[in-house]
């Protein structure tokens, strides 16, 4: 079946643009989270979707970034005036409620 | 505040060896505790996880050693693989905070032929 899938797979913006960021979960997922890997760190949560409830945006680093989730599926990020340090690769993943989060590949951001 | 601690960072081991990566947390909230491994250019995907009231947890070639009162836990690789040269994560997760992983900060595997 198919699995989380994220677009674009690469994007390289110039400072100071905003970029839409998106996810499409696995079907019939509840949960979905965006995560940021910096190179050669760990992943950063950045934010969670559940069902209808309120989302969990503690993991945004800033106002300059913001998520919607439509339908309870398909998720965007929206990253405004993008900066230099915003490079890195935002993953997506989904799960059916508290269950394994499956991740998509990602998609590799570089500000320019 | 780092809430998950990983070591080491890069580990080289032979083909057949034992591969073992440590990971060390802070906050006893945490109740689930998975290992992902990633491959270049793909995403993160589960590898086996364990919660903390069991000590180990066997998968295959995969064991997971929890340690509680130290608030440890170690992920060992018997018989690695050239297909096992990848980076792995340690994460955890606590049921009371969205669900949301907190990832330790990676271990980059090679194993040699």
């Known amino acids: 079946g198919a699995g989380v899938s994220q677009s674009p797979s690469n994007k390289v913006t110039e400072k100071g643009k905003d970029v839409e960021l998106r996810c499409d979960p696995i079907?019939?997922?509840?949960?979905l989270y965006w995560y940021r890997q910096s190179l050669g760190q760990g992943l950063e949560f950045l934010i969670y979707?559940?069902?209808?409830?309120?989302?969990?945006k503690s993991g945004l680093p800033s106002d300059r970034f913001s998520a919607e989730r439509t339908g309870g599926s398909v998720s965007t990020l929206t990253i405004q005036r993008t900066q230099q340090e915003d490079s890195a690769v935002y993953l997506c993943?989904?799960?059916f409620g508290e269950g394994t989060q499956y991740f998509g590949p990602g998609t590799r951001l570089l500000v320019l | 505040q780092q809430q998950v601690k990983q070591s080491p960072q890069s580990l080289i081991v032979q083909k057949g060896g034992i591969s073992i990566i440590n990971c060390a947390y802070e906050?006893?909230?945490?109740?689930?505790f998975p290992w992902y491994q990633q491959f270049p250019g793909k995403g993160p995907a589960l590898l086996i996880a364990?919660?903390?009231?069991?000590s180990e947890k066997k998968e295959g070639r995969f064991t997971i050693s929890f340690n509680k009162s130290a608030k440890q836990f170690s992920l060992h690789i018997m018989d690695s693989q050239p297909g096992d040269s990848a980076t792995y994560f340690c994460?955890?997760?606590?049921?009371?905070?969205?669900?949301?992983?907190?990832f330790g900060s990676g271990t980059r595997l090679l194993v040699r032929p």
């Open positions: 979707f559940q069902g209808n409830s309120a989302p969990d």
């Open positions: 079907s019939g997922h509840t949960a």
């Open positions: 993943a989904s799960s």
């Open positions: 364990i919660r903390p009231d069991v």
């Open positions: 906050n006893t909230a945490f109740d689930y």
């Open positions: 994460a955890a997760r606590r049921a009371d905070s969205s669900y949301k992983l907190i």
